[in-house]
């Protein structure tokens, strides 16, 4: 186990950046937590698709039409939650977030996403409309098929790029000689460290 701040720190980007590459990776599906619009938390499920240590950046991409981007909108402080169980390592990470739906970022991300993906984004209604039957909320014509790559610029409307920006890193790590516990904020462009109690 490193005890140094920096290895820490190190150690903690390394993780972030393999759970945005690898699909396997448990990093590559964290929860993202928003103030919700009623008195209680939101927090689900999403992939992560980019980690950026000189940006401090951690991307998703989701419905424009969503509840967490109006969340957003409202709030912009969100925390990201993330779990290893090989290395019983717990990351805790509070961002300001942004939505983008123009611009280079949000054009490159979806130039790069492929037809699977982008099948979401056909969805005629909005994601929590309510419906009388159960419904995959996609045309008929693609139910059961992945779009062309003609076809799935009709979704590019409602494609977005949820950006954030870290300012604090909490991480535990689970050991049978004691758990550690570590915090570091960014303050005045640059991490501050400091170990806290598990
Ligand atoms: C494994 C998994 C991956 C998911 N990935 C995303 C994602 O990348 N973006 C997204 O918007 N929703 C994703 N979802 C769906 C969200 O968890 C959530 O149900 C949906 O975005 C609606 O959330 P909201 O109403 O809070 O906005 C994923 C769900 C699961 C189970």
Same mark, same amino acid.
């Given at each position: 186990m490193?005890d140094s701040?920096?290895?820490?720190?190190?150690l !903690?980007?390394d993780?972030?950046h393999?759970?945005a590459? $690898?699909?396997?990776? /448990?990093?590559?599906l964290? #929860?993202l @937590?928003?103030?919700?619009?009623s008195?209680? /938390?939101e927090?689900r499920?999403?992939?992560?698709?980019?980690?950026e240590? @000189?940006s401090?950046?951690?991307?998703?991409?989701?419905?424009?039409?969503?509840g967490?981007?109006r969340? !957003?909108?409202a709030?912009?402080?969100?925390?990201?939650?993330f779990?290893d /169980?090989?290395?019983?390592?717990?990351?805790?990470?509070r961002?300001? @977030?942004?939505?983008? #739906?123009?611009?280079p +970022?949000?054009? $490159?991300?979806?130039a790069? &996403?492929n037809v699977? *993906?982008?099948?979401?984004?056909?969805?005629?209604r @909005?994601? &929590?409309?309510?419906?009388?039957h159960p419904?995959?909320n996609?045309?008929?014509s693609h139910?059961?098929?992945n779009p062309t790559?003609?076809? *799935?610029?009709?979704g590019?409307?409602?494609f977005s790029?949820?950006r &954030?920006? !870290?300012?604090? !890193?909490?991480r +535990?790590h689970?050991?049978?000689?004691?758990h550690r516990?570590?915090?570091?904020d960014?303050?005045?462009?640059?991490w501050?460290?400091?170990?806290?109690e598990?």
């Open positions: 490193t701040l920096p290895r820490t720190l190190d !903690i980007w993780a972030l393999q759970g590459s $690898d699909r396997r990776h /448990p990093f590559h964290p #929860t @937590a928003t103030r919700g619009a008195d209680f /938390p927090a499920i999403v992939v992560l698709r980019r980690a240590r @000189a401090r950046e951690l991307i998703c991409h989701t419905d424009a039409r969503s967490k981007v969340e !957003i909108g709030d912009p402080r969100v925390t990201w939650l779990y /169980p090989q290395m019983r390592h717990q990351f805790r990470v961002a300001h @977030a942004e939505v983008l #739906t123009s611009g +970022l949000f054009e $490159d991300a979806w790069r &996403s699977s *993906s982008r099948r979401c984004y056909l969805a005629p @909005a994601p &929590s409309s309510e419906s009388e419904t995959a996609l045309p008929d139910v059961d098929r790559l003609e076809e *799935s610029e009709a590019k409307v409602n790029v949820l &954030s920006e !870290i300012i604090s !890193i909490e +535990l689970l050991a049978s000689d004691g516990r570590v915090r570091f960014f303050v005045e462009d640059d501050s460290g400091v170990w806290i598990p």
